[in-house]
């Protein structure tokens, strides 16, 4: 089976002072033991390294750290899925003929990533957000 994460279930599951690591980091684990095949979108590398990198945690999380944590952590058990220009173009289509705006758009890009990876779930912790959006019941929608 193929498990997409949202980017905010990886911010929990590498950062232990997060109020959701116990939650997250139980799922980053069994994508670390195979259970499942993890999905992200391309976009969520960048999106997980801005967060790091801006999270208000003492010490601050530098960009070598942020970097370090991608690319030993994430990079190695999951397989990055690329959206094509019209991928982007359709995303905005819908995000607009349902009259959605704002961050959200982040969400249904990862939305548009999983559907096209065919992955059978989705993991977040915001899993209301990912309901309201167009071609959600494509897909099992979970919360850690």
């Not at 969520?44 to 390294?49: C, D, H």
């Not at 690319?71 to 289509?93: F, G, N, Q, R, W």
């Amino acid at each position: 089976m193929k498990m997409a994460f949202d980017t905010n279930v990886l911010v929990a599951a590498l950062i232990q002072p997060h109020p959701h690591h116990s939650r997250a980091i139980k799922w980053l684990k069994r994508a670390v033991s195979k259970e499942f095949d993890m999905i992200i979108a391309a976009h969520t590398i960048a999106e997980l390294y801005a967060v790091l990198t801006t999270l208000p945690v003492s010490p601050r999380i530098s960009p070598e750290i942020a970097w370090r944590l991608i690319h030993e952590s994430i990079e190695p058990v999951s397989t990055v899925v690329a959206l094509s220009t019209s991928d982007y173009l359709t995303v905005m289509k819908d995000v607009k003929d349902s009259a959605l705006s704002g961050g959200i758009v982040y969400d249904a890009l990862i939305l548009k990533a999983a559907l096209k990876s065919k992955a059978g779930k989705l993991l977040t912790l915001n899993a209301s957000d990912y309901r309201r959006l167009p071609h959600s019941e494509g897909i099992g929608i979970i919360e850690p």
